[in-house]
C-alpha cells in the first residue's frame, strides 16, 4: 500500500499527460505540479505568503546543505522543518546525491556511500544511503529520495551502466533504512541517455514498492531532444499508480513536453535563478530585461499574468531596477516567474481533465520557450545557437524551433512570425480573416489580385496556394493572380536550402517563382508574380489589389514601408476599388498613419498571443458589406490620450494628419 494515496484521475487522449492527486502528511496535492526550489529551507527572496497564494503544494529543499547547515539537530529540536520553516504544505527532500554529484573535486564515491569534504568546517562526511535516510527522516519531509549516483550525460557505457547498478543496490538499503516511518520514499531510475540503461533501471527500480518514481540524471547536459526521448522511454514503464517526477527540470516548455510524455511532478531553480539575471517566462515567451527596448516601456512584464509584479510595475521600471542590481528586482521577477510556473501546471491540469490536452499542447509549444526578440542582445549562448550561425546567408539566417524553421533579419534580430507557427498564422490571419476562397468561388472575368508584401520565406503565398489547391476544382469559379513584393531574396533561398524545416516550401512553385519570377498552376486556375525591389517603388507597376497581405519586417527592421506616405500612396492605388488590407500589428502609430491616409480601419482577428491585428479598407470596400468591427470613438478617444499618437513618417511641420484622423469619416 502506497504511503500517498495515489489516485490516476484522467489520462489525455493521444498523449501520456495524465491529471492526478495524492495526499502527504500535510495536505492534498494536484499533479502536474511544480516545485520551488528551497535549497536552504528558504525559496530564495520569496515570502511563504506569495507561495502559498500561488499555490505551491511542495517545496524541495536539499538534504545535503541541511545536513552540513543547520544540521539535525535543530531539525530534531523543531520537530522537523515544517514547523521550522512555518511552511504548512509537503516539502520533499533530494537524497543529496545530485549535490555530491557537482563536487567533483572534494569528493569519492565507494559502495558503501559518498565520502566528501564539508565546504563548512572540512570534516569529512560519509554520505551512505542509510545516512542520507536518517537525515531526511530528522528533516521530516512528506517525501524523501533514495541516494543515487549520478553521472555526466556524456559518459560511456561502462561508466554510466556501474553507476546505475550502484544505484539500484542502494535503492534497496535505502528502503530498508526507511523502515516502517510514515515519510514516503521515492525510488530514482538512472542510465545516462542510453535506452537500454534507462530500461533496464526503469525496469529494476519499479520491482520496489516505492511511493513515487523519479527520473534522475537528466538536465546535466544533454540536449532537450535527449531528455523528452529518455524521459519518453522511462514513463513507459513506470506503473500508472504512482507519481511520476522528473528531477531538476526545466523551462516551462520542458514541463509542457514533460507531461506530454506522462510525468506529474518538477522541480527547477531556473524561475528563481533567471530572475537573478532579468529573465522571466511569460504567456508570449522569455522576456530579457537586459533589452536596451524595455528602457522606457510602458505596460506590464506579462499582459496575461495577474501576479503582484504584473499588477504593480512597468517593464520600464522593472529593466531599472534589474539594471541598478536592486535586490526587489530578483524578488519581483522570481515572483512573477514562480506564478508563471504554477499557473501553467494547472493549466495544463485543467486541459488534461477536461480532455483537450492536445491542442492545449500544440498551441504552447510555439510560445513558452520563444525568445526575447527585442533588440540584439544574444543572452543564451548555447550550441543550438552556434548551429544556427551555420544557416546563413546575406542578412538572414534560419532558426529552428521544433523541427519547424523561422527566418531571423540577423541585423535587427527579428524573427519572421515569431511567435505564432509560420503557417498557422498566414491560413488564419490572411488566407481564412480575407475570405479568399469563397472570393474564388463567385464567377468573374478579371482575377482575384492578391498582394503579398514581404515574400519572406512564402509562408503567406503558399498558405494562399495551397487553399486554392484544395478548393474543388468546379469552386474555382475565378482566376487568382498573386503578386509578391520583396526586395532581397536571400530569405527565401535560404528557407528553400533547408526545406525540411520549412514544409510549405516543398512545391514546384517557390523553387520556380525564385528563378522566373512566375509561376503558373497548370490547370491555369493560379497564377504567381514575383515583383523584386522596392515596393516603394514596385507597387506601381501591379494590378490594384482586391486583397493586400501585408506581413514586411516591424516598423523597426522595415521602416519605409509603415510610414505615412507609403500608406497615402497605397490609398491612391485602392482609390477606386474595394481594397481589404491585412496586417499582424494593432500598433496605434500604424493604424494612425492608415487612417491619416484615407483607409477605414477595423479590428483583425486574434493570432496566438496577440488579441488583435489589423484590417484596412480602402472606401469602396468600407461602403460596401464586410464582417469587420470598425475602430470606433472609443479607440479615438483613446488615440488622443496616447502619446504614440503621430503616424510613423509624420513631417514634424505637417500636422494635417490630426485632423484627418479626428474628423475621419469613419467615427463620424
Ligand atoms: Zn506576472
Not at 565546504?119 to 537525515?135: A, Q, W
Amino acid at each position: 500500500m502506497s504511503r500517498l494515496h495515489f489516485q490516476l484521475e484522467a489520462t489525455a487522449d493521444g498523449s501520456k499527460a495524465r491529471a492526478a492527486r495524492f495526499r502527504t502528511q500535510h495536505n492534498e496535492v494536484l499533479t502536474p505540479t511544480f516545485m520551488p526550489v528551497g535549497t536552504h529551507a528558504s525559496v530564495r527572496t520569496q515570502r511563504r505568503e506569495d507561495l502559498l497564494d500561488d499555490g505551491v503544494q511542495v517545496v524541495l529543499a536539499n538534504t545535503y546543505h541541511l545536513l552540513l547547515r543547520p544540521g539535525t539537530e535543530v531539525f530534531e529540536k523543531f520537530g522537523g522543518i515544517h514547523r521550522f520553516m512555518n511552511w504548512p504544505r509537503s516539502v520533499l527532500t533530494d537524497s543529496g546525491g545530485f549535490q555530491i554529484f557537482s563536487l567533483p573535486e572534494s569528493r569519492s564515491m565507494h559502495e558503501e556511500g559518498a565520502v566528501f569534504r564539508s565546504y563548512i568546517d572540512k570534516t569529512t562526511i560519509c554520505l551512505s544511503p542509510e545516512k542520507s535516510i536518517e537525515t531526511q527522516k530528522s528533516i521530516g519531509a512528506d517525501i524523501m529520495m533514495v541516494l543515487d549516483q549520478c553521472v555526466p550525460s556524456t559518459v560511456d557505457h561502462d561508466v554510466a551502466r556501474r553507476a546505475m547498478e550502484l544505484t539500484h543496490r542502494w535503492a534497496e538499503r535505502s528502503l530498508l533504512a526507511r523502515g516502517d516511518s510514515a515519510q514516503a520514499l521515492f525510488g530514482i531510475v538512472q542510465g545516462a541517455c542510453f535506452d537500454d540503461l534507462r530500461t533496464e533501471s526503469a525496469r529494476t527500480i519499479t520491482q520496489l514498492p516505492f511511493d513515487g518514481y523519479a527520473i534522475g540524471g537528466l538536465a546535466v547536459g544533454e540536449s532537450s531532444g535527449q531528455r523528452e526521448d529518455c524521459t519518453a522511454i522511462v514513463t513507459e514503464h513506470l506503473p500508472q499508480d504512482r507519481p511520476r517526477y522528473l528531477m531538476g527540470v526545466g523551462t516551462a516548455l520542458d514541463l509542457l513536453e514533460a507531461v506530454h510524455r506522462g510525468v506529474d511532478m518538477f522541480d527547477c531553480i531556473l524561475p528563481t535563478a533567471l530572475s537573478q539575471q532579468g529573465v522571466a517566462f511569460t504567456s508570449i515567451g522569455r522576456r530579457d530585461l537586459r533589452r536596451a527596448q524595455y528602457r522606457n516601456m510602458e505596460g506590464p512584464l506579462d499582459p496575461d499574468c495577474g501576479c503582484y509584479t504584473c499588477r504593480t510595475y512597468s517593464l520600464a521600471y522593472l529593466f531599472h531596477i534589474n539594471r541598478v542590481r536592486d535586490s526587489n528586482s530578483w524578488q519581483l521577477l522570481g515572483q512573477h516567474n514562480i506564478h508563471f510556473y504554477m499557473r501553467l501546471t494547472r493549466t495544463m491540469r485543467e486541459h488534461i481533465l477536461a480532455g483537450t490536452w492536445l491542442d492545449f499542447y500544440r498551441s504552447q509549444r510555439e510560445v513558452l520557450d520563444a525568445r526575447d526578440s527585442y533588440g540584439t542582445r544574444s543572452v543564451f549562448k548555447n550550441k543550438a545557437l552556434q548551429q544556427e550561425r551555420k544557416l546563413r546567408l546575406g542578412n538572414y539566417e534560419v532558426v529552428v524551433r521544433e523541427e519547424i524553421g523561422r527566418i531571423r533579419h540577423t541585423s535587427s534580430g527579428e524573427v519572421m512570425h515569431s511567435v505564432n507557427e509560420p503557417a498557422v498564422e498566414a491560413r488564419s490571419l490572411y488566407v481564412e480573416q480575407s475570405r479568399l476562397t469563397d472570393r474564388l468561388e463567385l464567377d468573374a472575368a478579371e482575377p482575384l489580385v492578391v498582394w503579398d508584401v514581404g515574400l519572406g520565406a512564402a509562408a503567406n503565398a503558399m498558405a494562399t496556394i495551397q487553399a486554392v489547391e484544395s478548393m474543388e476544382p468546379a469552386a474555382r469559379q475565378r482566376k487568382l493572380l498573386l503578386v509578391s513584393f520583396e526586395n532581397d531574396l536571400d530569405s527565401l533561398r535560404l528557407a528553400l536550402r533547408h526545406n525540411r524545416w520549412f514544409k510549405h516550401l516543398r512545391h514546384a512553385a517557390p523553387a520556380r517563382l525564385i528563378s522566373e519570377y512566375r509561376w503558373e498552376h497548370a490547370s491555369g486556375s493560379i497564377e504567381w508574380l514575383l515583383l523584386n525591389g522596392d515596393f516603394a517603388h514596385r507597387k506601381f507597376d501591379a494590378p490594384q489589389p482586391d486583397i493586400v497581405f501585408f506581413d514586411p519586417f516591424s516598423f523597426k527592421t522595415d521602416g519605409a514601408l509603415w510610414t505615412l506616405n507609403s500608406f497615402r500612396e497605397l490609398a491612391a492605388i485602392c482609390k477606386d476599388r474595394a481594397t481589404e488590407m491585412f496586417t499582424y500589428t494593432c500598433s496605434t502609430a500604424v493604424r494612425a498613419a492608415m487612417l491619416a491616409a484615407g483607409f477605414h480601419v477595423a479590428k483583425g482577428r486574434a493570432t496566438g498571443p496577440k488579441n488583435e491585428t489589423t484590417v484596412a479598407l480602402s472606401s469602396v470596400a468600407a461602403a460596401g458589406e464586410h464582417p469587420y468591427e470598425m475602430l470606433d470613438r472609443e479607440w479615438l478617444a483613446k488615440w488622443e490620450r496616447s502619446d504614440a499618437k503621430a503616424p510613423l513618417g509624420a513631417d514634424a511641420s505637417d500636422e494635417s494628419w490630426r485632423e484627418a484622423i479626428a474628423r475621419h469619416r469613419q467615427f463620424g
